[in-house]
């Protein structure tokens, strides 16, 4: 963790040191479990400890982002057998983060509107993407998913960071996504999968724009040549279909 | 290929038809044989078959990339066993092939050269990265490949549409292609792999900031959490590595 963060920069040569951090949650000590598996307390203090993380890792201000996220399966990428969760802190604001702050404040800049907020309204209101609604979350396949069975947690309430969660919410976190992950798996056989906590840059008190959610990516195609050269990805599984799917899974 | 392609419109909805084109060109009759194993010529052809057909789709003026690629190997996404490469052309620029055009345009108005004109000289002075030059091509290990192996064959020609290739050059291509896979194949025991053309979009005459360029990426690592979430990738492999072990690669 030595060396020194230059925020300025022409853009092109734009410099970081190598600080950072990884970390490794294990999520129980059942060597056997998987997620899906454990009881909902054990998902609620994952979500804890990923709050307690940042927390800790926002003091030091060459940090500026923490990436969450979690491989699950061998193919989606899952080099430890025994489940667990992991946590990339980077002396950096990721490039997919970038995107989807920019994304999120044009829309906001022309609609006037947070585009979760309006997804939330749209999904809960057309009712064919939905998987789940809760007080607290709406889960649903996005309207043009990347992948088969791509599946978003949203939170009702519009904030831009994931650590302000409160208690309650954080609780019926724990559940939806432990009922969403039960569908996958239930669905999809226990497929591999791969979650990604979308949050707004450690450094930022917060983003009028944004709005954190939760990504989950069943994997169950390949991403290859087409995909590399142009960033568009071929889905043959509509998400009507994929939410279906998923909301007649029965627990 | 029905529908009207709009051009203008506000960036947030632009619309696009849904018109395009998805071809396969079969490599070599030969069921069991892979690009590497099959002759010279047929490799020479294949670049003629993409030219032509390339030129051929191009007078549709509703059509705005042809995006060449192969996948080989099952776990880089081949779906088909014989040997093929696909072309697949857009009513649109794709993303990546955008964010290059930027990135190559960008470096030129800020040091007045060809960023890929700049890496050929630079390969070819310090020497550590290169894999083979011929008189029309470089082929060298990217500074900072996003994969082990990552290998790129740059024409010596500055030129941004690799559809001007002349013919001499393309019989040379072929022979680089065809060492290149080779020694893929012989250092790390036939891998699958993508490779992927990167050309400037259809319709513009010539792009003077851009270069055109093939990229092949052996199918080493998986793509996981993190770089779904970031867009970085974790590469264990420096290419100083990768390009002496294809550097020593015996044919």
């Known amino acids: 963790m030595e060396g020194e963060l230059q925020r300025e920069g022409d853009g092109l040569y734009d410099k970081m040191s190598g600080i950072g951090a990884h970390e490794v949650i294990i999520e129980t ?6 997620l899906s598996d454990v009881e909902e307390k054990r998902i609620e ?4 400890a990923f709050r307690d ?3 800790d890792l926002k003091k030091d201000d060459r940090l500026r982002y923490v990436l969450f996220f979690k491989n699950h399966g061998e193919s989606a990428g ?7 969760s992991q946590l990339i802190a980077l002396p950096v604001v990721p490039k997919r983060v970038l995107e989807e702050l920019e994304g999120a404040k044009k829309y906001f800049d022309y609609k006037e509107r947070c585009v979760y907020c309006d997804i939330i309204r749209q999904e809960l209101s057309s009712n064919t993407r939905l998987v789940l609604e809760t007080d607290h979350f709406v889960v649903a396949c996005p309207y043009a998913p990347r992948f088969p069975f791509e599946t978003w947690v949203i939170p009702k309430l519009h904030q831009s ?3 302000t969660l409160t ?12 009922s969403t992950l039960r569908r996958v798996d239930k669905a999809l056989e226990r497929p591999p999968y791969n ?6 840059p450690l450094q930022e008190s917060s983003n009028p724009h944004y709005h954190w959610h939760i990504e989950i990516i069943p994997k169950l195609t390949r991403v290859a040549g087409f995909e590399w050269g142009s960033g568009f990805y071929i889905n043959p599984t509509p998400p009507e279909e994929s939410a279906k799917f998923l909301r007649d899974a029965a627990l």
Chains 1, 2 share one sequence.
């Open 161 to 163: 960071h994931a650590e």
């Open 195 to 200: 979650f990604v906590m979308h949050t707004a």
């Open 45 to 48: 203090d994952l979500f804890w």
């Open 167 to 178: 208690a309650q919410a954080t609780q019926n976190l724990a559940s939806v996504m432990r």
């Open 29 to 34: 000590p059942d060597h056997m479990a998987t």
């Open 53 to 55: 993380r940042v927390l």
């Open 78 to 84: 899952a080099s430890l057998e025994h489940t667990h």
